[in-house]
Structure formats: C-alpha cells, structure tokens
C-alpha cells in the first residue's frame, strides 16, 4: 500500500513559523501542518485524492494559506501543485536543499512583495493625444466631412502618428509611476502588459517597515492620476517574483 501525497504550500524559517497556528484549512477544506526540518517549517497538507486542477478555487486556497502564514513569517512559496510522494521523501528532499532554502529566505526575510499595475482610462488617451496635438487635431478634423474612400492614405497617416504619440506617452507615464515607486523598493520587476491600455504592471520587493510609505505612494498616485488612470495595487504576498528554487528540488533525493 502506497504512503499518502503531501501537498507543499513553502517553506519558512522554524524560528519564525513554529507551528500550524492561524493558518486554517487547506485545498480540500482540511488541516494544515507544519513539518519541522534542518530549522525550516515546510507547509504541508494531506494532498487531496482528487486530480488537482488548477481552477480559481484550489488556486485561492493555496494563496489563502501562503498569505495567512506571511503574517508570522517570511515565507518561500511553492507553486500550485507542488506534491511529495511521501513525507519522508519530503523530509529527505528538503534536508538535502535546506541551505539552498535558507539562503533564498535570506534574500526575502524582513520583506513582502506588492503588485501595481496601471491601465488608461477607455478612450480617454486616444482624445488626450488629439487635443494636445494642433497638427494631428488639424488632420482629424479634415477627415471628418471627406468620404473614406478618398482619404484612406490620410487616415493611415493619422493613426500611425497617433500610434507613435501613444508609445511615446506610455512609456512617459510608466517612467513617472515607477520612479515614485522605486525608491520605496528593495528590488522591482516589470511583468508583461496585458493589454493596449496597461501601461505598467510591476511587481515591488518592499520591507514591511516601509509598506505603509509605500501605501501612501499609492494613495497619492490615485488621487493624482485617478481621473485618467485605474490603479490596481495587490498584497502583501508571498515573493514569487523574488525568489528562485530548482523545480527538480522534489525529485532529488526522494528515494530512500
């Protein structure tokens, strides 16, 4: 008979994550515990019998335990789905990779992650561009009583003008909003754009004792930008974007 799965949510330090305390239930609405290996507090559960499909709902739990024990500890996430045959491969694996660990929780310790992403009002941008501009606004308005037939040269023109004023301004105002941020950050990554009007989606490394400036920023931001931009500011969460673990660490060592 075949030892039961154990579903892997992190890792933090013993020192900081004694136990399973707060941490409340799991994928399957279950326990959650807490191995204790070479000072490292492994978050674990009983993995669930079910195929784990990465659906909203499991997603939101395995963040919900990761944000819960990011109040007591600084914490190195594993991705969704990560599962050990055992625990006693886990245990194995973990011991092996444990000064791998601590020097990546090193890297994060003190600190969390927060995520802004800025996006352009709906057509806004588009009729900022046209008024700010008398050449382009001119060309515009020459267009409007003239078949398209006639002007189709015109209007290629047009929009790749308004096109380049675009690029220009985005990356303008990205600057703008980053610069604030920056030096509130330890380290930041920029994420991809998801769309024409996002013009930035960044990911902050912050020390907690600088999150609420950080807070602040963000509240002075919106009430500077809040007419022309939407801001969408997420966290604290754990650091994915920060750290770096092998994602073969679970298959080394896992032989007894």
């Not at 079910?50 to 024990?69: D, G, I, Q, S, W």
């Not at 004023?165 to 105002?173: K, M, N, Q, S, Y």
């Amino acid at each position: 008979m075949s030892l039961p799965h154990v579903y892997v949510y992190g890792i933090a330090r013993s020192d900081q994550l004694s136990s399973a305390e707060g941490l409340g239930p799991g994928l399957a609405g279950g326990a959650v515990a807490v191995m204790q290996v070479a000072g490292l507090s492994v978050i674990t559960e009983p993995a669930p019998e079910a195929e784990l499909a990465p659906t909203r709902r499991y997603m939101l739990a395995h963040t919900a335990v990761l944000e819960r024990a990011l109040v007591r500890a600084s914490v190195l996430p594993m991705r969704f789905g990560t599962i050990a045959p055992d625990a006693a491969s886990l245990e194995r694996c973990v011991e092996a990779n444990a000064a791998a660990f601590a020097a990546a929780l090193a890297e994060i310790d003190g600190r969390v992650e927060l995520g802004v992403k800025a996006s352009w009002r709906e057509g806004l941008i588009f009729r900022e561009i046209i008024d700010a501009d008398p050449a382009l606004r001119a060309m515009r308005d020459r267009l409007v009583s003239r078949p398209a037939s006639e002007t189709y040269y015109e209007r290629i023109e047009l929009g790749r003008q308004v096109e380049a004023a675009l690029i220009a301004r985005r990356v303008r105002e990205a600057e703008a909003i980053v610069a604030t941020l920056r030096p509130l950050a330890d380290r930041s990554v920029a994420q991809k754009l998801l769309d024409e009007a996002m013009i930035v989606n960044e990911s902050f490394l912050v020390r907690r004792d600088r999150e609420a400036a950080f807070d602040r920023a963000m509240e002075e931001l919106a009430a500077r930008t809040g007419e022309r931009l939407v801001l969408r500011y997420v966290g604290p969460v754990p650091a994915y974007n920060f750290v770096s673990v092998r994602a073969d660490w679970l298959t080394q060592h896992a032989e007894g």
